[in-house]
Nanobody, 122 residues
């Protein structure tokens, strides 16, 4: 069973950048599609970015397109979310998630990290 631990959250000024990391432990990380989700207080958790098993394909929520970049390093069992030009509305708890098999839009993820808080000051 894959286990995920996020890091890299924190407080940043609007317009700044953060890089979230998701460290995976367990077998065959490269067999898992990965997703990044966010959940703000009072809101439902929503997909921010998804990335295919080899890291060759990504998709993004419209609100972050052009600002966030999802990537992964399968040799190091890590996934990343580079967050640029951050806005106050990006503030949320960010989670990485994994699901074995090929990536598809709308797919369900069964393995989740504990989340990391991102706060953006205006």
């Amino acid at each position: 069973q894959l286990q995920l631990v996020e890091s890299g959250g924190g407080l940043v000024q609007a317009g700044g950048s953060l890089r979230l990391s998701c460290a995976a432990s367990g077998p065959t990380f490269s067999s898992y599609s990965m997703g990044w989700f966010c959940q703000a207080p009072g809101k439902e958790r929503e997909l921010v970015a998804g990335i295919t098993r080899a890291g060759l394909g990504t998709n993004y929520a419209g609100s972050v397109l052009g600002r966030f970049i999802a990537s992964r390093d399968n040799a190091r069992n890590r996934a990343f979310l580079q967050m640029n030009s951050l806005k106050p509305e990006d503030a949320a708890v960010y989670y990485c998630a994994a699901e074995a098999g090929p990536y598809s839009r709308g797919m369900q993820f069964s393995t989740w990290g504990q989340g990391t808080q991102v706060t953006v000051s205006s």
